[in-house]
């Protein structure tokens, strides 16, 4: 037993380490410092090299372009976190937008009305997804990549014959500016971080994303867990859906393409790892930001979008490899 | 295979079954846990050991037999009535999420929820009391951990194996069942893990634990069964065996008369 004391004490001993608060925020700094850093440095390098981009203008705008997609990447972070993968929230973001379109414009429901249909909707959508996967067992990637065509298909036939604009103003106030739905982005991001880090659910997910089978025989409800991730997940991508469909003052089913992949981009660029049980929102809202970063950056100096997708997707790669070579033992 | 002097067994096991579609990992076993004792499980690779605790444990659903708690026949068909019985299992390998926090770990499925409108509204964990529970516990059993809000992968595998065995000493409230509570650990930490094993008895918990370490069988176990090809080959008080017996035993060297 003494032996046991030596060995512990002597290799990992912080005394001030009582579970205080305090080391317990020192422990979250030093996991989310190093995409903090790069997020700072990247910003420098485009600071230094293009003057327009030095505005406080570039700085919000960065920010009011991230916030859309972050709504989103919060609940990809989630999903992820717990070992699953939602390839369909595009496309909820699609059908969401439709939703939310012919509620007000058609029907000309109360915009509170058209907003918690349009969240209900996400919700079931996304649930929807969770219970075929884990009741018919098909792996994730094949049951979103499912919805990912299908949502997209029942979108397209609900807009199909129908303008979906001019929507009023109290609605439009949602998404338009830059303050709005930066505030918006940072109360998903604390309320689903708050979810995952202090709830007996969210902590759940790292449980199951790290070891599904230890979680299960720990009486984890593995399954009913995953279908409120992915709820969570269809939720969030409604909450971005609708906020997008405010700004642009219409709805379309074309909206929404590639949206998962960006979100997936920004929660592996922040450190949430692709293979479950580790990350967070904080770390998803700075990956978010170095992938505007350097869109913005890069169209200061006269870059074109296809090469900013070539450097999304390298980045994308050697986050992957970094989230790969640092993981112990694997 | 009478319960020995007399005494009820605080766990019965007839006749456990386990069919792999064709192929009998488990056949008709029975198993009797007396009240306070330490039984090892015994026999080659695939002898059905880690079967036959799965199956009892609900971590597997058995195909046939019965298990009675204190004369009463229960229903163990998920880890979850395994835990509710007051059954603890640490299983090989399967002990701790290494993401998790030694504390996370300690509580997974069993979280403290606050008990304030936020604990009721949202199921907000109540990490405080878990620390201080934890933090007493570890005391009492003398497992000098202090960072346990560090993920349990940066630990030691004894000092995971101690974090493990904790737990059954936490929840178990009658029966811990350790599958290989040695595997993977050197001599030294295997010593620590086992006195702890022996220090489950203190706290008022009957033990099966599965072993390859005729050694342990030997030093801290009270009973030993012999698993063979998926049957029960024998049983017999360990004061009554020697190493050499037993391994004849294993390998069906020797046929059991006893039994």
């Known amino acids: 037993m003494t032996d046991m004391t030596q060995n512990s004490s002597t290799q990992f001993s912080t005394p001030s380490a009582d579970g205080s608060s305090f080391a317990v925020l020192k422990h979250q700094f030093l996991q989310i410092w190093q995409v903090l850093a790069a997020l700072v440095l990247i910003y420098l390098v485009f600071f230094t090299l293009s003057e327009p981009f030095r505005s406080l203008d570039t700085l919000l705008s960065i920010f009011g372009q991230a916030s859309i997609l972050a709504i989103l990447a919060c609940g990809t972070t989630v999903v992820l976190i717990s070992g699953g993968l939602d390839l369909s929230v595009g496309s909820i973001f699609a059908v969401v937008g439709v939703i939310v379109g012919i509620a007000l414009a058609e029907y000309q429901l109360p915009v509170v009305v058209a907003v918690l249909i349009g969240l209900l909707a996400g919700a079931a959508m996304g649930a929807l997804n969770g219970t075929i996967q884990v009741f018919t067992k098909v792996p994730a990637f094949i049951v979103t990549l499912g919805g990912l065509t299908a949502y997209k298909g029942i979108a397209e036939i609900l807009a199909s014959g129908r303008d979906l604009s001019r929507f009023p103003d109290s609605f439009q106030m949602l998404g338009s500016g830059y303050l709005v739905p930066m505030l918006i982005m940072f109360g998903v991001a604390l309320v689903t971080g708050l979810f995952l880090t202090k709830t007996q659910l969210g902590n759940h997910a790292f449980a199951i994303g790290g070891n599904e089978e230890v979680a299960r025989l720990s009486g984890v409800n593995v399954r009913k867990s995953r279908i409120y991730y992915y709820m969570l997940g269809g939720v969030l991508a409604a909450t971005a859906a609708i906020l997008e469909v405010s700004k642009l003052n219409f709805a379309m089913p074309a909206r929404g393409q590639s949206y998962e992949l960006f979100a997936i981009a920004a929660v592996v660029i922040g450190g949430t790892s692709l293979f479950g049980g580790r990350g967070g929102v904080g770390k998803t809202l700075i990956g978010m930001l170095i992938m505007q970063t350097i869109i913005v950056g890069l169209s200061y100096l006269g870059v074109g979008t296809s090469v900013q997708r070539i450097a999304i997707g390298i980045i994308i790669i050697v986050a992957v490899y970094w989230d790969v070579w640092r993981r112990p033992s694997r | ?259």
């Open chain 2, 1 to 259: 295979m009478a319960s020995q002097d007399g005494k009820k067994p605080i766990l019965r096991a007839r006749g456990v079954s386990k069919h792999y579609g064709g192929v009998v990992a488990l056949e008709t076993v029975d198993l009797d846990l007396h009240e306070g004792e330490v039984l090892a499980v015994v026999g080659d690779n695939g002898a059905g050991k880690s079967t036959l605790i799965k199956a009892l444990t609900g971590a597997i659903p058995k195909t046939s037999g019965t298990i009675e708690m204190d004369g009463h026949e229960v229903q163990i068909n998920s880890p979850t009535d395994a835990k509710a019985a007051g059954i603890e299992t640490v299983y090989q390998d399967l002990a701790l999420v290494n993401e998790l926090s030694i504390t996370k770990n300690m509580f997974l499925g069993r979280e403290l929820i606050r008990n304030d409108i936020l604990g009721r509204l949202f199921g907000t964990l109540d990490f405080p009391k878990m620390d201080a529970e934890i933090r007493a516990l570890f005391q009492k059993l003398d497992i000098r951990i202090a960072d346990i809000y560090r993920e349990a992968e940066a630990f030691s595998g004894g000092q995971r194996q101690a974090v493990a065995l904790a737990k059954t000493v936490m929840f178990g409230k009658r029966i811990a069942i350790l599958d290989e509570p040695t595997a993977a650990l050197g001599v030294r930490e295997s010593k620590m893990a086992m006195d702890l094993v022996r220090s489950l008895k203190d706290h008022g918990l009957s033990v099966i634990m599965i072993t390859h370490n005729m050694q342990h069988v030997m030093n801290y176990c009270d009973r030993v069964m012999v698993l063979r090809l998926g049957r029960l080959a024998a049983v017999r008080d360990v004061k009554d065996v020697d190493g050499d017996t037993l391994v004849g035993l294993i390998t069906g060297a020797s046929e059991d008369k006893a039994a």
